[in-house]
């Protein structure tokens, strides 16, 4: 828990009405230069005509913890973290949800009645678009990568009802313990497959999910090391990749006749997450994917 050297929050509620004082949020990583979020969730700001600000910080891990009680003294309602802070903020924070503390990984917080809860709203923001193609209860998930990206898909799968996941992953330290994570955590049963050649899914999957960094900008046509002709019709084939949104997994899943789900609509569920637990008011998605496409181009 941050150390607190005055009780802001009592502060705060002797404070009059918020007049001409914004309601702030924020993001704090390093490096912080190519972060969208702020332009997607100020527009959203913007279109909801919020007096609200969402001021993306460069904030190195030395200086975590000092943003963090900086944001309590100005009474931020919140922020994201993102790399290399999800992991080490939670031991700055009052209480963790359910899902984060399994997962790992804090990568939204929420300032309520002066206390920092940590939420992971990456996993929850894929499960939203999941919800959009198919019904996650009973599915067989195929996630490729363990790091944050995966962990946090394979973990809000299972919570979401998915019957079962399979980890794929170089690393089998990594890939293992996800697996374990699931099956141990979850009502889910989880297995890892070691990632030694090409790997082709199973009949019974009907998820498959890239939650590598394989593919990103300015690698848009990388493709993960997965036999195309094991992608049935019918299967969804999800990317975590935000930019480009139309990796190359997606369009040759298209071709192959599964319906598909891009990184951008994981990244817009994620800041709506953001600013409903923030604000307590819903966002225009529309507008924030607007925004995020325009910026990728
Ligand atoms: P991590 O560094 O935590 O994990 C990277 C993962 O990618 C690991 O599992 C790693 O495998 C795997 N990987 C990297 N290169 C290769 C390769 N050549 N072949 C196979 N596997 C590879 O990163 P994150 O999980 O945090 O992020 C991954 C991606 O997810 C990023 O591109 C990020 O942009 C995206 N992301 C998107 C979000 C969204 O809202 N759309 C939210 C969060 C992340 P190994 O363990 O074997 O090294």
Known sequence: MVARTKDYQLEADMAPARGFVSLLTGSFSTPATDNPTVAMVEAAYAAMGLDARYVNCDVPPSGLADAVRGALAMGWAGFNCSLPHKVAVIDLLDEVAASARIIGAVNCVVVRDGR??????????????????????????????????????????????????TVVNRDPVRGRELAAIVADQTPATATYTPWT?????????????????????????????????????????????????????????????????????????????????????????????????GIFG
Not at 124 to 129: C, L, T
């Open 116 to 165: 920092l809860v940590g939420e992971n709203t990456d996993g929850q923001g894929f499960v939203e678009s999941l919800h959009t193609v198919v019904d996650p209860a009973g599915a067989h998930v195929v996630v490729f990568g363990a790091g944050g990206a995966g962990r946090a898909v394979a973990v809000e799968s299972a919570l979401a009802g998915a019957s079962s996941v």
């Open 197 to 293: 050649a090409a790997y082709a899914v199973p009949d019974e999957a009907t998820v498959v999910v890239n939650a590598t960094s394989v593919g990103l900008a300015p690698h848009g046509d990388a493709l993960i090391d997965v036999d195309l002709a094991s992608l049935r019709p019918g299967v969804v084939v999800a990317d975590v990749i935000p930019n480009p949104p139309r990796t190359r997994l997606l369009r040759e899943a298209e071709a192959r006749g599964c319906p598909t789900l891009d990184g951008l609509g994981m990244l817009v569920n994620q800041g709506v997450l953001g600013i409903r637990l923030w604000t307590g008011q819903e966002p225009d998605p529309a507008v924030m994917r607007r925004t995020l496409a």
